[in-house]
């Protein structure tokens, strides 16, 4: 996730600075080159080792399972049996649930600090922001139980149950635990990385489309819709993909108040489990072999998904930046 | 002058190393996080019986445990549950158990109204935990606890969502005094349950019961005394309610005395004394019958041994059943099997 935010999608069309001193032979550059060349090398063959080692830790079960191990739902470690539909749906949906709660508030707070707010509150206002994404993954889940899973079964839970509970989504007895407690905190968590990196996307938009649009008597909301949010869109969705992979990963938050139970359910209340909160669950106690192949195929399943969101990711930016691409 | 600095550092950091490896010897183990409180005390402890023998041990679960002793990567493993004979029979040489200290699982509750001292019957928590009975005020609990005015509520149901020896102890009495639940679901450190939530932990089940209204679960009795959360009389396998106590554990392995395999490797839960809690349950160090090196080999002897004697009245401070009189007999016994490379007994020196 970290290569993610170093070479975030709207700087791909900056042009590569080239020299245009004529190359010499110098040591120094040399080394360097070489020492640099190496340390991109390592990062590579840390991914490639790790990809290699869940294949081969998780060999056998990936042969006793076969396809039934993505199909199935019945998580049995009694009966030797392992199908982890319902953890790859938990990750999903407690993603996108967070990133319908995430991205309307953050891209508000974003366009709030880079176009409306005055510049006492911007600085105060980011950096608090920006230190929401310090705190440790188990403060939020500690945070989770004590205050928004108490909320969530007295308030937030029958007043969603009440108004929409002709729904199946919003239907079913609400513990206070479950898939739509985790996709809030995971939203939390998230809002951050979208927030900052949105803002910047916001704060690079020249001035000088701002300018016209006013100039041709837009309002302010006209002068973001047209000249700012166009103009930021792909770096808004490169935005929103660091957040959905951060999502995706997390794990100890989740845990603490998703309820963890592997059933696909429909309504957002019923307790859910997720890929990677099952392999902190179990991982220490995986008494037997197979068990313990199973859980590093979800593993592996895992660092798929998460390559494959990636991909969509760029695929998706690159799309979205091709007509804007030849305005500048 | 650089010369005679680094000669004189280079000397004293080896006598230091020398002293060392002369005088201490580290003992490693990894496993259980059940007795870790227990161990460490006792590691502590035994630092005054003799200063020379230092432990080292990592609580990663009874499965990590089990795995490191196989591949000789420690020198003693612990295990919640004991270890099968596929186990046994992947591991290089032969594993021998020896108990430690017991524990008991308890059903705890948060319900309005009901204090600690309900009564229930095996059919009752297995009907509970199989998700048949769902209501407080269901006829199995109302018959068993006249007098108390039960909910009409929906039981919340709580388990681990980890994999643990107390879920282990749980799922086997479960599976004992159940044949449905033995049919359905089995017993292991984690099963499929067929309802429920699932706390991380022992304090995630106790956090989510204290939280939740009208949820039930399960989790070490240690736990729900300093939570100050109520806790149910089960009924034994003789007919009586017995409330999980020190003495209640202790009897229940007092029961099984009699009948205790040579290996150890029995559960204690559904045990038929009058004064047995039935949801009880031991926790084992597993050791090579034949240690690799006969040094350390007579100190693990001998730890295992102040263990059996002065160690066990150290278990009640920490909440820990400590073994019955006829239990530690035995073990002293199964302890003079060890021996060392060259097929020489350990203990007794």
Avoid at chain 1, 213 to 222: D, I, M, Q, S, Y
Avoid at chain 2, 26 to 48: C, H
């Amino acid at each position: 996730m970290d290569s993610e935010s170093l070479e975030a999608p709207w700087m791909a069309a900056r042009p590569t600075v080239r020299s245009t001193v004529p190359r010499r032979r110098n040591v120094g550059d040399r080394v360097f080159r070489l020492l640099t060349a190496s340390f991109g090398l390592t990062l590579l063959l840390v991914v490639a080792s790790i990809f290699l080692v869940l294949c081969y830790q998780s060999r056998d079960a990936v042969r006793t399972f076969r396809w039934a191990f993505l199909t199935t739902s019945v998580w049995d470690p009694v009966a030797r049996e392992f199908g982890a539909l319902p953890l790859i749906y938990g990750t999903i949906v407690s993603s996108l649930l967070a990133l319908a709660q995430a991205i309307p508030l953050s891209v508000g707070t974003a366009l709030f600090l880079s176009e409306l707010a005055p510049s006492w509150v911007r600085a105060p206002v980011s950096f608090l922001v920006e230190l929401l994404a310090t705190i440790p993954s188990v403060v939020y889940g500690l945070w989770g139980i004590f205050v928004l899973v108490p909320w969530m079964r007295s308030y937030i839970g029958p007043a969603l149950s009440g108004t929409l509970g002709f729904l199946p989504m919003f239907s079913g007895p609400n513990y206070g635990v479950g898939m739509l407690t985790a996709s809030m905190i995971l939203a939390v968590m998230i809002v951050p990385y979208i927030t900052s990196v949105a803002h910047e996307v916001f704060q690079a938009v020249p001035a000088a489309q701002r300018e016209a649009a006013l100039a041709l008597g837009a309002t302010r909301w006209e002068m973001i819709r047209l000249a700012v949010l166009p103009y930021g869109r792909t770096g808004v969705i490169g935005a929103v993909m660091l957040g959905l992979g951060r999502a995706i990963g997390e794990t100890m938050a989740v845990t603490m108040v998703i309820g963890n139970r592997a059933d696909v359910s429909l309504s957002v209340f019923a307790p859910a489990s997720t890929m990677a909160s099952v392999i902190a669950n179990e991982f220490t106690e995986a008494t037997y072999d197979l068990y313990l192949q199973a859980l590093v195929e979800v593993g592996l399943v895992l660092l798929v998904v998460t390559v494959v969101v990636n991909v969509l990711a760029r695929l998706l930016v690159w799309r979205v930046a091709a007509p804007a691409g030849g305005g500048h | 002058m650089r010369m005679v600095r680094g000669g004189l550092a280079a000397l004293l950091l080896g006598l230091v190393f020398c002293g060392n490896a002369a005088a201490q010897m580290q003992l490693n183990g990894a496993g259980a996080t059940f007795p870790y409180p227990m161990y460490s005390k006792w590691f502590n402890l035994y630092i005054q019986v003799d200063p020379d023998t230092r432990f080292n041990y990592q609580s990663i679960g009874s499965g990590g445990g089990i795995k490191q002793i196989t591949e000789q990567t420690v020198d003693f493993g612990a295990t919640d549950g004991p270890m099968s004979d596929e186990q046994l029979r992947a591991a290089p040489g032969r594993i021998l158990h020896f108990p430690t200290v017991m524990g008991a699982v308890v059903v705890t509750y948060n319900a309005e109204g009901i204090a600690t001292g309900l009564k229930l019957t095996p059919e009752a928590i297995a009907g509970i935990f199989l998700g048949k009975i769902t209501k407080w005020n269901d006829p199995a609990l109302a018959a068993t606890n006249p007098g108390v005015t039960l909910p009409p509520r929906d039981i919340v149901v709580v388990h681990r969502s980890d994999g643990s020896g107390t879920s282990y102890i749980f799922t086997d009495y479960l599976s004992k005094v159940s044949r449905e639940w033995n049919n359905k679901v089995g017993k292991g450190t984690s099963v499929n349950w067929p309802v429920g939530l699932g706390g991380k932990g022992n304090e995630g089940v106790t956090g989510l019961v204290k939280q939740t209204p009208f949820s039930l679960g399960y989790v070490e009795l240690i736990y729900a005394q300093s939570n100050s959360l109520p806790f149910a009389d089960v009924k034994n396998k003789t007919g009586a309610f017995v409330s999980p106590s020190l003495e209640s554990v202790t009897a229940a392995a007092a029961a099984f005395a009699d009948t205790m395999p040579d290996d150890f490797r029995v559960s204690i839960t559904d045990a038929p004394g009058a004064n047995a809690y039935p949801i009880s349950g031991m926790t084992w160090l597993l050791v090579y019958e034949k240690q690799k090196d006969a040094e350390k080999g007579k100190k693990l002897v001998r730890f295992l041994d102040w263990m059996m004697h002065d160690g066990q009245q150290h278990a009640a401070v920490l909440h820990y059943a400590p073994l019955p009189a006829q239990v530690l007999a035995k073990e002293a016994v199964a302890l003079r099997a060890v021996t060392g490379p060259d097929g020489a007994p350990l203990a007794g020196h």
